[in-house]
């Protein structure tokens, strides 16, 4: 009977730890200042604009796909994210990257492409022919 409430007692511990565990992970903090993303260690939202001036690689070898980003202020980053270049890349209004600031770089786990919509442009032609 006490190898049950210790087994029990285990499954339940573990399962806290597990929930807690999860609970930091989803209280991600969202940056748009890269001074903030580079001065904490822990993984954040990094908001910002591909700089189309420096062109990104594609390391097949490596399988990686580095960038350059810069935030609103105007400070650059250089982004690593380990996995193909996300569709849409290109025409990309904004980025989100998700990681953590690493050795002189940004090592994405997810990348978030925020394009134009249609209906956005749509609307944009719906107001010029109201005026």
């Not at 350059?68 to 209004?93: H, L």
Request: aromatic content about 14%; charged content about 25%; some cysteine.
């Amino acid at each position: 009977m006490n190898k049950k409430y210790i087994f029990g007692g285990i499954i339940v511990t573990i399962f806290l730890l597990l929930t807690a565990y999860l609970f930091t992970q989803s209280n991600i903090k969202y940056e748009t200042d890269f001074t903030h993303v580079i001065e904490k260690q822990k993984t954040v939202k990094a908001a910002g604009f591909w700089v189309k001036d420096k062109n990104y690689v594609v390391d097949n070898a490596n399988k990686t796909f580095t960038f350059f980003m810069k935030d609103e202020k105007g400070n650059e980053m250089k982004v690593v994210y380990a996995g193909p270049i996300p569709n849409n890349f290109q025409s990309a209004q904004s980025l989100v990257v998700t990681g953590k600031y690493h050795d002189g770089c940004f090592r994405a786990k997810d990348i978030l492409t925020k394009c134009p919509s249609k209906y956005e442009q749509e609307k944009a032609k719906v107001q010029k022919t109201e005026f």
